[in-house]
């Protein structure tokens, strides 16, 4: 059986990417939910060294074993890629208008493409965040105000809004009443 001592020796590949809410999280893929968070990349790294630790101390007491790192992929940069012979011609031509060979069109797009994708989601796990955070927000407002409306003296009670068939929108109110005022940004 190997050691933890072993364990810990073993080089693994580690990720860092940018937190949408700021910051850094950087993890091992190879250690499923080793990771850790810093404000800067230097500081995530440094504290997931210390996971990583943790990690394989707990895993190894448990399963006397923990995952060997997978060895790194060998990529050559070169793969083949079939495509119609309409696509083909497209392809050359837009080559030839930009002045460059058709490897560094293709590659151009490819790389473009990429970034294209990455960024979309970021910026899909940035609005669902977002979104879940301004969901919270709501449903925290909705039960004080459900909770303050049924209160004596409360702002609805006070108000012409009192008996009134339909509530009003809540930032109405809460503009009538700035004692009483919640910001939500979204």
Not at 14 to 35: M, N
Not at 110 to 115: F, I
Not at 123 to 139: D, E, N
Request: net charge negative.
């Amino acid at each position: 059986m190997k050691t933890l001592k072993y364990f810990k020796s073993l080089e693994y590949t580690e990720r860092i990417d940018p937190d949408p809410e700021g910051g850094f999280v950087a993890s091992i893929p190879d250690l499923p939910g080793c990771l850790a968070y810093g404000e800067t990349r230097i500081k995530a790294l440094n504290s997931l060294k210390h996971s990583k630790d943790l990690w394989l101390e707990s895993v190894h007491k448990s399963h006397g074993e923990a995952p060997e790192p997978r060895p790194l992929q060998q990529y050559s940069g070169k793969f083949l890629l079939r495509v119609p012979k309409y696509l083909h011609q497209r392809l050359d031509e837009s080559a030839q208008e930009e002045g460059i060979s058709l490897n560094q069109y293709i590659v151009s797009l490819l790389s473009e493409q990429d970034a294209l994708n990455r960024v979309t989601v970021l910026l899909q796990k940035s609005t669902t965040q977002k979104s879940a955070s301004v969901t919270a927000a709501r449903a925290s407002f909705h039960r004080w105000f459900s909770f303050t409306s049924t209160l004596e003296g409360s702002p609805v009670e006070d108000s012409a809004y009192a008996g009134a068939d339909v509530a009003p929108h809540p930032v109405t109110i809460l503009s009538q009443f700035s004692d009483r005022f919640i910001e939500v940004r979204e």
